[in-house]
């Protein structure tokens, strides 16, 4: 079984400009969570879908994030503009939907680094 | 909010060697999940601890969650190579109950091995 996958796994790009970034969950995961890390600092909560549905964007720094998840599928995290202080590696979760105790499963990160 | 305390930042051990860290908290959590990050990866799950007091071990790994539910350790037992990496601690927020829901982490401890 395919685990989380993300694209792209480094980007490097000048303030102002706008990024992308893909997450694909682990198939027939209905949850599907944004995570980001600073250097040095603690793995922060950005968001949590369910299905389609935004469940919790509590974690979203500000307007110049976008996240979707059309269909229920893969999710896009934008950021438009983009400011140094938006460096840092941006995880992708899933975990199946379960009432108790569902594991995250994280992909291997998007490594954005904003000059 | 919540907040996870993780320590020590780093550890430099030798190979062979046991190792030692916690992860406490000025607040209760009710689940406290063990995490490993390889470089270039994203977090896998360790150890997950559902109950006050409880001891699990996975391999040379052995968690606790803390009595008070406010800390917990983690214990690696004649450290290898393959050991490197980022441990984090993480929970859910007391407002998800039972299911995980979004993540809190610590900051991590950097365990570095010496062959």
């Known amino acids: 079984e395919a685990g989380v996958t993300q694209f792209p796994s480094h980007s490097v790009i000048e303030k102002g400009q706008t990024v992308t970034l893909r997450c694909d969950p682990i198939s027939g995961h209905d949850n599907l969570y944004w995570y980001r890390r600073v250097m040095g600092k603690e793995i922060k909560f950005l968001l949590h879908?369910?299905?389609?549905?935004?469940?919790?964007e509590s974690g979203m720094p500000n307007n110049r994030f976008l996240a979707e998840r059309t269909g229920g599928t893969y999710s896009t995290l934008k950021v438009q503009p983009a400011e140094l202080e938006d460096s840092g590696v941006y995880f992708c979760?899933?975990?199946?939907?379960?009432?108790?105790?569902?594991?995250?499963?994280f992909g291997p990160g998007t490594r954005l680094l904003v000059l | 909010g919540q907040q996870l305390n993780q320590s020590p930042q780093s550890m430099f051990i030798q190979e062979g060697e046991d190792v030692s860290m916690n992860c406490t908290s000025s607040?209760?959590?009710?689940?406290w999940l063990w995490y490993k990050q390889d470089p270039g990866e994203g977090p896998v799950l360790l150890i997950a601890l559902y109950k006050a007091g409880e001891l699990t071990s996975n391999g040379r790994l052995t968690a606790q969650f803390g009595i008070t539910r406010k800390d917990s350790f983690l214990n690696i037992s004649a450290s290898i190579p393959s050991d490197v990496g980022i441990y984090f601690c993480?929970?859910?927020?007391?407002?998800?109950?039972?299911?995980?829901?979004?993540?809190?982490f610590g900051k991590g401890t950097k365990l570095s091995v010496k062959p």
């Open positions: 607040s209760i959590f009710n689940t």
């Open positions: 979760a899933s975990s199946h939907l379960t009432w108790f105790q569902e594991t995250q499963y």
């Open positions: 879908f369910v299905k389609e549905s935004k469940q919790d």
């Open positions: 993480a929970g859910p927020p007391m407002n998800y109950g039972g299911s995980q829901g979004n993540l809190i």
